[in-house]
């Protein structure tokens, strides 16, 4: 049975450490060690990462009642010093005490109960029971949560038995038998919890909420503790400076600077169609067909711009069939139409070009597109196309 470190001190980060043994399963080699500073994911903290002598520590997680600390070479039955990733650590620490200030304000103040908790890479989010917490209650609760962090509240951790448990005014039941660990923030919080957090309060450094949205009919609601809160903020500041410049407004005035911009982008947009479908126009004008055919190959033509070109040429000329192709780089892209008076079925015309390529289309006895790879010459496309019109002649 491996000695959890991280239980008798959160603060432990490097410790001479026995393999006692090393094997492999479907996740990679894993060792087991006589006791450990890495804590394996659970509880919504991720696991720690680091070191073992020459091997890195990828993941730790518990399995059949064993802690395998997941590495990127087998090591072999020996004696080694063990580093954990303390910045890691330390993040997630500040992220999950964090949590259980949140949540119990969030449930004492207002009712709101916490229902999952994750920690990711960048975010860190509870999901509460309900979706009607104001953005009035979330600065209430963010306020009184940063008030606490400065009064550096103790947090501290004890281990009873589950009859004890019973006996205990906890936030929430224990959710395993045996036993049982609990953490608690004086006089805030008291809960059974298996992760890892700092001494008292004021080691989180900070609680900031960043953003909520709907989730599994409640709300999730994104925040940040400490060391991230910081990177956060800096990253923020960063991006308004940048805007600053761009923009040449000051941060007070940087929406109206957008929203004008925006405004001039839709107008130009406006513009840019208008004037493009009197291109369009124009070149549908030029297209002659010859002998009731249009085929005409282009090179790294948006599709869509041809698919409108070819609605403009039919609606021209009832009785034309066209062709149009667009090649790049070893991909062919295909618009198949005809006009009303037009014989033939495009669906079929289609099926007969994507059969000299690796790709896929769609469409109508009208209209169809579609295409894919292919080695194949555009003249061999175009004598397929004839081939096809001349059998619905």
Not at 49 to 75: F, M, N, W
């Given at each position: ?20 043994d090393s094997r492999k399963d479907a996740a990679g080699y ?161 809960n059974p919890c298996g992760g890892t957090h700092p001494n ?172 894919g790879a292919t080695d194949k010459s555009p003249e061999i ?13």
């Amino acid at each position: 049975m491996t000695i959890k470190l991280y239980y008798q001190d959160s603060k432990i980060s490097e410790v001479q450490v026995k393999v006692v043994d090393s094997r492999k399963d479907a996740a990679g080699y894993y060792a087991i060690l006589d006791q450990s500073c890495f804590y394996p994911e659970g509880g919504g903290q991720p696991a720690d990462t680091g070191e073992i002598g020459p091997a890195k520590v990828l993941d730790v997680q518990s399995v059949e009642g064993e802690i395998r600390h997941y590495t990127d070479i087998q090591l072999p039955k020996d004696s080694f010093s063990a580093q954990l990733d303390w910045q890691r650590r330390w993040d997630h620490m500040q992220q999950h005490a964090g949590q259980h200030l949140l949540s119990a304000l969030l449930e004492d103040d207002f009712g709101f109960k916490t229902q999952s908790f994750h920690l990711g890479k960048e975010r860190v989010s509870i999901d509460l029971d309900l979706d009607s917490a104001t953005k009035e209650q979330l600065l209430a609760v963010e306020n009184k949560a940063n008030h606490l962090i400065r009064q550096c509240l103790s947090i501290s951790d004890r281990w009873v038995t589950s009859e004890q448990a019973k006996e205990l005014n906890l936030r929430k039941p224990p959710v395993v038998e045996g036993d049982i660990r609990l953490v608690e923030i004086a006089g805030i919080d008291f809960n059974p919890c298996g992760g890892t957090h700092p001494n008292n309060t004021a080691d989180i450094g900070l609680l900031k909420i960043i953003s909520t949205e709907k989730a599994k009919g409640g709300m999730r609601v994104y925040f940040l503790c400490g060391d991230r809160a910081l990177h956060h903020f800096n990253f923020l500041m960063e991006t308004t400076d940048k805007l600053v410049a761009q923009l040449n407004a000051p941060a007070a005035e940087l929406p109206e600077a957008a929203k004008a911009l925006l405004a001039d982008k839709a107008s130009a947009d406006k513009t840019i169609k208008n004037l493009q479908e009197q291109l369009l126009n124009l070149e549908a004008e030029t297209i002659n067909p010859a002998d009731g055919i249009v085929e005409k190959l282009f090179e790294g033509r948006p599709i869509k711009e041809l698919q409108q070109l070819a609605r403009l040429v039919i609606g021209k000329n009832p009785s034309v069939t066209v062709l149009f192709i667009s090649t790049s780089e070893g991909d062919v892209r295909f618009v198949c139409a005809k006009g009303e008076q037009a014989p033939g079925d495009m669906r079929e015309v289609l099926q007969q070009l994507l059969a000299l390529t690796e790709g896929k289309g769609g469409g109508n006895a009208q209209f169809s597109q579609g295409g894919g790879a292919t080695d194949k010459s555009p003249e061999i496309f175009k004598d397929v196309f004839r081939t096809a019109i001349k059998n619905f002649k």
